[in-house]
T-cell receptor, first 113, second 114 residues
Framework: AQSVTQLDSQVPVFEEAPVELRCNYS??????LFWYVQYPNQGLQLLLK??????LVKGINGFEAEFNKSQTSFHLRKPSVHISDTAEYFC???????????FGKGTKLTVNP | DVKVTQSSRYLVKRTGEKVFLECVQDMDHENMFWYRQDPGLGLRLIYF???????EKGDIPEGYSVSREKKERFSLILESASTNQTSMYLC?????????????FGSGTRLTVV
């Protein structure tokens, strides 16, 4: 069965520093991968998704993620963060042949001045 | 844009009450989902439906049931609410079109059971 591990529950960084939020998944079949962001007291917003093709995926707000099949990872990166990036980030996986979207437990990113 | 509308943003119910959470989507999506979100646990799938009157259990179905009588509407039912069902509930719908795939989430219903 598919599962998603977000390796860090909290990530504090300083403004303008680079950040990487890590996500690993387990699945024996083809997968589709997603990153969502949730700002305080708001709903889920799609940042980016990998369905097929290039393994480097660019999303909104300057974020990007790279699909690494051999390491079963889909890490999210941003070269320079802003205070406004403070939020909770969720990685999610859908297996081919299943309709279920399975989420990780989330990573809280706090950007400090 | 696809809209997934959850009828209530906040609900307070008493222990033992039967509770209905309603979700409506406006884009003819086949699949609809109910998740609950708890701090430190992420989103966990309760039930999903892939067609009218069709449903499948997710990872945490105990204490819940669902109803999908019309394609656009997916209801989550707490037969007898308990305090451990206090949570944020999120509804979603999904589409597959050619090589594209997407999920759209509602704004959530924060349920408090007292």
């Amino acid at each position: 069965a598919q599962s998603v591990t977000q390796l860090d529950s909290q990530v504090p960084v300083f403004e303008e520093a680079p950040v990487e939020l890590r996500c690993n998944y387990s699945s024996s079949v083809s997968v589709y991968l997603f990153w969502y962001v949730q700002y305080p007291n708001q709903g889920l917003q799609l940042l980016l998704k990998y369905l097929s093709g290039s393994t480097l995926v660019k999303g909104i707000n300057g974020f990007e993620a790279e699909f690494n099949k051999s390491q079963t990872s889909f890490h999210l990166r941003k070269p320079s963060v802003h205070i406004s990036d403070t939020a909770e980030y969720f990685c999610a996986v859908k297996e081919g042949g299943s309709e279920k979207l399975v989420f990780g437990k989330g990573t809280k990113l706090t950007v400090n001045p | 844009d696809v809209k997934v509308t959850q009828s209530s943003r906040y609900l307070v119910k008493r222990t033992g009450e039967k509770v209905f959470l309603e979700c409506v989507q406006d884009m003819d999506h086949e699949n609809m989902f109910w998740y609950r979100q708890d701090p430190g646990l992420g989103l966990r799938l309760i039930y999903f439906s892939y067609d009218v009157k069709m449903k499948e259990k997710g990872d945490i179905p105990e204490g819940y049931s669902v109803s999908r009588e019309k394609k656009e509407r997916f209801s989550l039912i707490l037969e007898s609410a308990s305090t451990n069902q206090t949570s944020m509930y999120l509804c979603a719908s999904s589409f597959v079109y050619r090589d594209s795939l997407g999920y759209t989430f509602g704004s959530g219903t924060r349920l408090t059971v007292v």
